[in-house]
């Protein structure tokens, strides 16, 4: 059970290098037909520097550690418990291929629902590129069932 005391607490940053050939495979996962997300002449030709990320792609770099649950089994959730119930987007700079973009991740609440039998727990990301400009943030909830 996690508890109350973690809000606020502030995880380690992580930095990620941006692969072009991740973003062409993740568009392609996605649906993405615009060729700012395969051809990096039409992206430059759009104003962008590169090849351009998809817009939820933030989501899947941060996941980019060994094992991407083992915050939650530090704080003590039951992974066989857990699921993901809400997320969140905000954007404000693209992200580039070859860009270098880092991860800094923060519990903004933790409440329950009926009676404690309920969970949750609000997760902030902030994300920002090698130039220090904010490119994306995305909450996540996870709700874990006691």
């Avoid at 939820?56 to 857990?82: E, H, W």
């Amino acid at each position: 059970m996690i508890e109350e005391k973690y809000i606020g607490e502030t995880f380690p940053a992580l930095t990620v290098d941006v692969e072009i050939w991740q973003l062409k495979f993740f568009a392609k996962a996605v649906g993405e037909t615009n060729p700012i997300y395969f051809d990096e002449q039409r992206a430059r030709e759009a104003g962008h520097r590169s090849i351009v990320a998809p817009p939820t792609y933030a989501v899947t770099l941060s996941c980019a550690v060994p094992n991407p649950f083992a915050r939650l089994t530090q704080l003590g959730m039951d992974l066989t418990k857990i699921l993901h119930t809400n997320q969140r987007f905000e954007y404000f700079a693209p992200i580039y291929g070859r860009d270098c973009i880092t991860f800094v991740a923060t519990i903004v609440d933790v409440y329950e629902k009926r009676n404690g039998k309920f969970q949750f727990m609000v997760e902030e990301t902030v994300a920002t590129n090698q130039m220090g400009e904010l490119t994306t943030r995305f909450r996540q909830t996870i709700v874990e069932r006691r």
